[in-house]
């Protein structure tokens, strides 16, 4: 069985997500995408995101400054609120990451 889970107020579709730990202003979880799957384009007005990467190699793009960091397992990069940014595998393939968002008030605002 699939466990798939779709962001419908995001407008998303991911394979898995997991809760590790959730406080008032921070969030830890850790996402997996499927070959194809991403993040689309958002940023955050108040929090920062910090990925670490699990499994398989992932990108994490910017704009304003545009740029790519690519993470193999074990490597860590962080996107600064007000950042807009998108996360998918490298060359589209799947990965696997824990992501800490915080220290604020979530939000997702699509770019």
């Known amino acids: 069985m699939t466990d798939v889970t779709t962001e419908v107020a995001r407008g998303y579709e991911i394979r ?11 969030r830890v979880q850790i996402l997996t995408l499927d070959a194809g799957q991403c993040v689309p384009w958002h940023l955050h007005s108040a929090i920062a995101d910090t990925f670490v990467c699990l499994d398989g190699l992932m990108a994490v793009q910017t704009r304003d400054p545009a740029g790519e960091t690519v993470l193999q397992p074990g490597e860590t990069c962080a996107v600064p609120a007000r950042m807009p940014h998108y996360v998918s595998g490298k060359n589209g393939g799947p990965c696997r990451f824990l992501i800490v968002q915080g220290v604020g008030k979530y939000d997702f605002v699509p770019q």
């Open 16 to 26: 898995k997500r997991e809760l590790v730990a959730e406080a008032a202003g921070l």
